[in-house]
């Protein structure tokens, strides 16, 4: 079973050279640590930076430099700051190869639910219906299941959507997953977790071919 960090990491394997890349709130923001040394890649915030770089050690933070979710960031050489207009057209404009989201449920065919649980205060949708709308290749990094060990990965969602059928690919905790019009197609196990138990925590439409390989880190 992996953490956040393994999911991160996993993740990571996901980003090719000379990608555009937004990352969300939470795991995906994970995501900028792993990514090889040898590739290229341009991490983009919504709220206007282009050239993230991993988070900062402890005490070498700069609070003027932040992502979306208000987060205190590094910036790689060459990164540059621009307004938030100029951000969304790059997004609007699908000039982003790569979008990372976090989720709170998934439905089997690709809608996602990530930004509100009716009754709780929220910050807001921010960017995220910009990005699923325009965005041409979706991930998603989340826990398969709830704290109450209830599925989020589900034949329909249950929360308010911020997008329809628009999410590829998901990585869990305990599984890689893509989103095919039959359902959830399990791709790879975390390591140690077996099919059965990826069957038991998923609610949709899950489909196994074959011998599903271990996750490779």
């Given at each position: 079973m992996l953490d956040k960090n393994g999911i991160a990491k996993r993740i990571a394997k996901e980003v090719k050279d000379g990608y555009y890349v937004n990352l969300g709130i939470g795991i995906p923001t994970m995501v900028a640590n792993f990514v090889r040394d040898d590739i290229s890649v341009e991490f983009q915030s919504e709220n206007g930076v282009l050239g993230m770089g991993p988070f900062p050690f402890e005490g070498e933070e700069d609070a003027d430099i932040i992502n979306a979710g208000k987060q205190t960031i590094t910036t790689m050489p060459g990164a540059s700051f621009f307004d938030s207009v100029t951000s969304f057209a790059m997004i609007r404009g699908q000039h982003v190869d790569l979008t990372i989201l976090g989720a709170m449920e998934v439905?089997?065919?690709?809608?996602?639910?990530?930004?509100?649980?009716?009754g709780k205060m929220v910050k807001g949708m921010g960017g995220a219906m910009d990005l699923v709308a325009s965005a041409e290749n979706i991930i998603v990094a989340m826990m398969h299941t709830n704290r109450a060990g209830e599925s989020k990965l589900l034949k329909e969602c249950t929360l308010p959507l911020t997008g329809v059928g628009c999410v590829k690919k998901i990585v869990t905790n305990?599984?890689?997953?893509?989103?095919?019009?039959?359902?959830?197609?399990?791709?790879?196990?975390?390591?140690?977790?077996?099919?059965?138990a990826i069957e038991n925590a998923t609610n949709g439409r899950l489909i196994i071919e074959g011998d599903i390989p271990e996750m490779k880190l």
């Open positions: 439905s089997d065919k690709g809608d996602i639910a990530n930004w509100k649980i009716p305990l599984a890689v997953l893509e989103v095919t019009t039959d359902g959830f197609k399990l791709l790879e196990r975390a390591p140690g977790v077996s099919v059965e």
